[in-house]
Structures are given as structure tokens and as C-alpha cells.
């Protein structure tokens, strides 16, 4: 065991999103899960260890050019840390073992901005939608 070794962390979240307009413009809610893997230090000890969880999330969304969008999410869910190893600081060879905590938490935040490759195209209209019958009062 190095005696001062980084901070390791990587995460994977995938999420599923219903837009209630249409894609990438206005409200949406998800279903997100995570995964990921960590080795870090806080105050005196250092965490070895996995975390997984998932939740429910919020986004709104705003078009400001044809092809650009802002959008800002926020998500609430449960998240579990299983500890493989926790390690002293100061002495590397003091091992407390596995240990888990799971919590409720916001377990997504963020803005983004999206710049969207590939439109849907214009629906053509149809001869009869394009003449519109007149109507008299």
C-alpha cells in the first residue's frame, strides 16, 4: 500500500427520459442508475471501495438556437457504498475491513448544454393539406 497514493474515481450513469413535448424542449422525468468505483481519503481514514444506486429525475430543458439547447436536471435517489478496504491514514497497515452504508440522497445535478446533430426533418404536407378550403359565413 502506497503511503500517498491519489484519488481514484470513475462513475457510469445511464438515464431513460419522457419528454412531454417533444425531445430536448421543455419537461421531462427519468429513471437513472449508477455505478462506480473509488479510492479515496477523507480526515484520517481512506475509502476502498464500490458504490451502485439509481432514482428519479427532473429536467427542463430550453431551445435558444435551432440546433443548440440548455438544459438543468436534478434527481433524488438511493445510493449505496460497499467498502472493501478502510485504511488508516497515518498507519498503512491498519485495516478495518469491509463495511456498507446506503443513504437518500440527490444523487444527480447538472447543466449541460446540447448541440444536436441531426434534426427531425420537416414533415412535407400532403396536395389536400396544402389547399385550404375556404368557408363562408
Known sequence: LKENRPTRFWAIQPEFKYWFNSALSGHAVGLHGLYGDYDFGLKRYRYDGSMYGGGIS???AWRFRPRWCLEGSIGF???????????ERDDKYTCYGPSAKGCWNV??????????IVDKPKRQKTVTERIRPTTFR
Not at 435517489?77 to 485504511?87: F, H, I, S
Not at 444523487?107 to 444536436?116: D, E, H, L, N, V
Open 107 to 116: 444523487s444527480k445535478a447538472g447543466i449541460k448544454i446540447t448541440w444536436i
Open 58 to 60: 427532473y429536467t427542463y
Open 77 to 87: 435517489g438511493y445510493t449505496r457504498l460497499d467498502n472493501e478496504n478502510v485504511y
